[in-house]
């Protein structure tokens, strides 16, 4: 029974920073790779970043030099950065772990003022 849960989301100022965090549960394997995707209202679900077991990244275009992601020396946890927040930033984001199936939490919304 393995479940993801994400916190570190808010309300901060464009400009600002956040720190998102994905804590697991219920793990007897290793995951292939974990991420991270948003979903803006109104809008699709997009990948925003992704790090392998191997340590390589994946970033949207859109967070490129802005958002980094990392993993805990425990390997099944995920953090994501995110610098210079911008107001078209603002959605619910998913943290998301790729294994013998998709895993994914429930959501932390994120929201940047102007």
């Known amino acids: 029974q393995v479940q993801l849960v994400e916190s570190g989301g808010g309300l901060v100022q464009a400009g600002g920073s956040l720190r998102l965090s994905c804590s697991t549960s219920g793990i007897i394997f290793s995951f292939r790779a974990m991420g991270w995707y948003r979903q803006a209202p109104g809008k699709q679900r997009e990948l925003v970043a992704r790090?392998?077991?191997?340590?390589?990244?994946n970033y949207a275009d859109s967070v490129k030099g802005r958002f980094t992601i990392s993993r805990g020396n425990a390997k099944n946890t995920v953090y994501l950065q995110m610098n210079s927040l911008k107001p078209e930033d603002t959605a619910v984001y998913y943290c998301?772990?790729?294994?013998?199936?998709?895993?994914w939490g429930k959501g932390t919304l994120v929201t940047v003022s102007s």
């Open positions: 790090i392998s077991s191997g340590g390589s990244t």
């Open positions: 998301n772990a790729e294994g013998p199936m998709d895993y």
